[in-house]
């Protein structure tokens, strides 16, 4: 079965730009978690989504916004892109939301901010 | 909120030791805590999950434990090898159970 797939896998954007990053989680996952991890930090959480509807949001700016689809698919959204979001961003995907949950991660979109 | 600390930052060991992670937390009312491993550049691996009734989980030369009441958990890896080298991160999650908190990692090398 197909892991947790993400893309694109690499991006450079300049600033003020919007990027769309995709995530398609493991087969029969309803739920889909966005992370952010800067380089040598821990990922921080931004969203999560569950059956298409946010469940969770991290402290991030209204800049970041994220949709979940009927197939469970889900994209996130940055706007007016600042140099501080260059990051790699993760998408994890679980049965469902709360707890009991094991996460399971895609390989990540590494965001280059320019 | 909880709050998530690992240490040491960095590791080094020869191949075939024995070693030990730590991780810290401080909301006891931690439901879930899961360990990674994360190579340069990449996504997280999944390693081991314990859930609130478990203590310990194993899987090969991992054993990890989970001691709420003092808000700390170890990764025991037994006979390390060259290609354990990674970065392992532990994450625990909230009352809602809706998202994970990451500690930091602990870099480690495992020297042949």
């Known amino acids: 079965d197909a892991g947790v797939t993400q893309s694109p896998t690499h991006l450079i954007k300049t600033r003020g730009q919007h990027v769309t990053l995709r995530c398609s989680p493991i087969s029969g996952h309803k739920s889909v978690s966005w992370y952010q991890q800067v380089l040598g930090q821990g990922p921080q959480f931004i969203f999560q989504?569950?059956?298409?509807?946010?469940?969770g949001r991290g402290n991030f700016p209204d800049r970041f916004s994220a949709r979940q689809f009927p197939n469970y698919s889900s994209e996130l959204n940055v706007n007016a892109l600042l140099l501080g979001d260059s990051a790699l961003y993760l998408c994890a995907s679980s049965f469902t939301s709360g707890r009991m949950n094991e996460q399971f991660f895609g390989p990540g979109t590494r965001l280059t901010v320019l | 909120k909880q709050e998530v600390t690992q240490i040491p930052a960095a590791l080094s060991v020869p191949e075939g030791e024995n070693l030990v992670l730590n991780c810290s937390f401080t909301?006891?009312?931690?439901?879930?805590l899961q360990w990674f491993r994360q190579d340069p550049g990449k996504g997280l691996t999944s390693l081991l999950l314990?859930?609130?009734?478990?203590r310990e989980q194993t899987s090969g030369r991992l054993n990890a434990s989970l001691d709420k009441s003092s808000g700390r958990s170890t990764l025991y890896i037994a006979a390390s090898q060259p290609g354990d080298s990674a970065t392992y991160l532990c994450a625990g999650d909230s009352n809602t159970g809706n998202q994970f908190y990451f500690g930091t990692g602990t870099s480690l090398t495992v020297i042949p």
């Open positions: 909301d006891s009312a931690i439901y879930n």
């Open positions: 314990i859930q609130s009734s478990q």
């Open positions: 989504y569950y059956e298409k509807e946010e469940r």
